[in-house]
């Protein structure tokens, strides 16, 4: 299956969207989080029954084995888990 974008990309600009802001300005950066080449790496050799889950920039942030990133504001920042999700398709 190929993918629109490598799922530390996909990551990056859901927050970015997310936080009405250029991926190029989020703070603290990814690798802060996680090291994306793996996440690329492991998502990219995965099946689709993988999840990955960490924490960047405020947001749980799962990715499943077909790249899709879903965001959901973590509970240190939002101090609630009724937010709703939100989800970026990396999957073309």
Do not use: H, W
Not at 40 to 51: C, F, G, I, Q, Y
Not at 61 to 69: E, H, Q, T
Not at 80 to 87: A, G, I, Y
């Amino acid at each position: 299956m190929e993918r629109e974008l490598q799922p530390s990309v996909a990551v990056v600009e859901a927050v970015a969207r997310a936080e009405g802001t250029d991926p190029m300005a989020l703070d603290p950066s990814l690798y802060r989080a996680i090291d994306p080449d793996a996440l690329d790496r492991l998502v990219e050799s995965a099946d689709e029954e993988l999840t990955v889950e960490f924490t960047f920039a405020g947001y749980t942030v799962r990715v499943d084995g077909f790249g899709d990133v879903t965001l959901s504001p973590s509970d240190r920042t939002s101090g609630s888990s009724n937010q709703p999700k939100r989800s970026c398709n990396g999957v073309r």
